[in-house]
């Protein structure tokens, strides 16, 4: 078949790969209808995950129909057409049993190397480097699902796959970053990222409501769409003073939850960024970049919550861990548990009140797979999210 692989720092290319088989009575076979883009394939586009190999087969967040079924296989039938949840989780082992599907102790093949850098393993994810399990990605035809009962969920008829798709990660990671950042009604919300993940964050802090959800980024294309279609208020950070506005927005006090939904390549000015960029750049160990996430820190109301949804794999420089203890902030992240929300979120994009398909800026074949990342990747022609055809 035909797929979407990294063969090195900032490059990608259409090869030819075997066809993907059930190796698993608990596995199903997809053909891909629509592969999304995801600002952690820029991360892994540009060498900052670990355990990538030239020739891995890319993408995590997609949709399609199912080919065949291994004989555990109850749910999903031939022919049905689903969303696959782009970490992949058993639902049986203890923290799949609490919820914490991202933690699942049996879904990652390769648990060594997370272990080394975490301390304790992370969960497979779909075409995300051997340190989550050296699973083929969905940027291709094909793709073999594992734990299929648990990690793929029937899509409504009423909903189209260009915003059935964005059920995969960027629209449970976003509620994740509202539900888990504690978000109640009357809040004020600050969401650092206006990427998909960062709007879909938004508006799950509007649904879940939030008195005023304020969004932060430096690109006004994003901005502007993120304000229209959310309900969300706007900051331009190149613009304006973040903390002050923020302050001044939250009557003194601060944003009650900061989400950041920004990452390890976060941008921002001054020697401190570029010392950080440089060190990231000549790989130093423990440099990944956190301005959005220490402005965040500093934003956040005292007795507030932080929810980092963007990808971290080491440390980072200048962390305000003072700001932290002092101000009695609640911090926490993780990579999404999309298998415990990905129900309800068919459900709100099936009555309208989660529109996502917008994101989807732009439709190509797989074939142009390079120009699709380099769309997305250089802001190009107002990008948020490049989905592609196989
Ligand atoms: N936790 C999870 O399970 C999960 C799932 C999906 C994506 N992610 C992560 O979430 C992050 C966002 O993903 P995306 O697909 O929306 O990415 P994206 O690349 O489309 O968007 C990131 C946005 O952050 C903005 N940004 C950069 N520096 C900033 C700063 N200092 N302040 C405010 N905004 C800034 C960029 O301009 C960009 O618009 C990535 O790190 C990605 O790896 C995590
Ligand atoms: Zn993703
Ligand atoms: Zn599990």
Redesign the pocket.
């Known amino acids: 078949m035909k797929a979407l692989t990294w063969i090195g720092r900032g490059r990608v290319a259409i090869e030819r790969v075997s066809d993907p088989q059930i190796l698993n009575r608990q596995d199903m076979i997809i053909r891909v209808r629509l592969s999304s883009?995801?600002?952690?394939?820029?991360?892994q586009l540009s060498g900052y995950i670990p355990a990538m190999r030239p020739g891995d087969v890319i993408g995590?967040?997609f949709m399609g129909e199912v080919v065949d079924t291994g004989t555990e296989v109850k749910k999903h039938k031939p022919g049905d057409r689903v969303v696959v949840c782009?970490?992949i989780a058993c639902g049986r082992c203890w923290f799949c049993e609490q919820g914490l599907f991202?933690a699942c102790d049996n879904s990652n093949a390769n648990p060594a190397i997370t272990e080394a850098l975490w301390g304790q393993h992370a969960a497979g994810?779909f075409g995300y480097s051997h340190a989550m399990g050296g699973f083929r990605g969905s940027h291709a035809e094909f793709v073999r699902v594992p734990y299929a009962d648990v990690t793929a969920f029937p899509v409504p008829d009423e909903l189209d796959d260009r915003t059935a798709v964005f059920a995969s990660?960027?629209a449970?990671?976003g509620w994740?970053?509202a539900d888990l950042g504690g978000v109640k009604p009357g809040d004020v919300v600050a969401v650092?990222?206006?990427?998909?993940?960062?709007?879909?964050a938004a508006r799950a802090a509007v649904l879940l409501g939030a008195d005023r959800v304020i969004i932060?980024?430096?690109?006004n294309y994003?901005l502007d769409l993120a304000h229209r279609e959310t309900g969300a208020e706007i900051i331009n950070?190149e613009t304006t003073d973040?903390v002050d506005e923020l302050l001044e927005r939250s009557g003194g006090r601060g944003p009650d939850v900061c989400i950041?939904?920004?990452?390890?390549?976060?941008?921002?000015s001054g020697s401190q960024y570029r010392l950080e960029e440089a060190k990231q750049q000549i790989r130093v160990w423990g440099t990944d970049r956190a301005?959005?996430l220490r402005?965040a820190i500093l934003a956040c109301r005292k007795g507030g919550a932080v929810f980092?949804?963007?990808?971290?794999v080491r440390q980072a420089d200048k962390f305000p861990l003072g700001a932290l203890m002092n101000k009695g902030l609640t911090l926490r992240?993780?990579?999404?548990?999309?298998e415990r929300y990905i129900p309800m979120l068919l459900e709100r994009m099936a009555r309208g009140e989660l529109k996502t398909s917008h994101l989807a800026t732009h439709t190509l074949p797989l074939d142009d797979g390079a120009k699709g990342y380099d769309l997305?990747?250089n802001?190009k022609d107002n990008?948020?999210?490049v989905v592609f055809q196989p």
Do not use: N
């Open positions: 883009v995801c600002g952690s394939d820029l991360h995590h967040e782009s970490v991202s994810i990660d960027a449970p990671t994740m970053g650092w990222g206006a990427g998909a993940v960062g709007q879909l932060i980024d430096r690109y994003r950070y973040v950041e939904a920004v990452g390890l390549e976060a941008h921002a301005p959005a402005q980092t949804l963007g990808m971290f992240g993780a990579q999404q548990h999309g997305f990747k802001r990008c948020v999210r």
